[in-house]
Nanobody, 125 residues
Framework: EERLVESGGGSVQAGESLRLSCTTSGFTFGALEVGWYRQPPGKECEPILTIKPYGRIYYEDRRVALTGRFAISRDNAANMVYLTMNNLQPEDTAVYIC????????????????RGQGTQVRVSS
């Protein structure tokens, strides 16, 4: 079975950091683009960051680019993609989702080729 698996979520205090991981089962990231998205409670899915196969990064959320709090990275040898989140704030509370496809367009989609189940992040003040 081919699937994405996220891990690393949890409950933290404001100002703390988390690193989320995304890996695969049954396939490898290879030439796929990989993105992180999030869905806050009661809100729509939001794109955060996308990383291309050879490391080019797209800041899908302008706030991320402006604050520099989030970073995406990939280790192709280890078949891992990470989302490092610093100085977390209560508004960052969401389910964080990893998705992969040959091309990602910077918005949430119901037709991603691969999508993880999500990992919950809760930030308290």
């Amino acid at each position: 079975e081919e699937r994405l698996v996220e891990s690393g979520g949890g409950s933290v205090q404001a100002g703390e950091s988390l690193r989320l991981s995304c890996t695969t089962s049954g396939f490898t990231f290879g030439a796929l683009e990989v993105g992180w998205y999030r869905q806050p409670p009661g809100k729509e899915c939001e794109p955060i960051l996308t990383i291309k196969p050879y490391g080019r990064i797209y800041y899908e959320d302008r706030r991320v680019a402006l604050t520099g709090r989030f970073a995406i990275s990939r280790d192709n040898a280890a078949n891992m993609v990470y989302l490092t989140m610093n100085n977390l704030q209560p508004e960052d509370t969401a389910v964080y989702i990893c998705a992969a496809d040959s091309t990602l367009y910077g918005w949430c989609s119901s037709s991603w080729r691969y999508r993880g189940q999500g990992t919950q992040v809760r930030v308290s003040s």
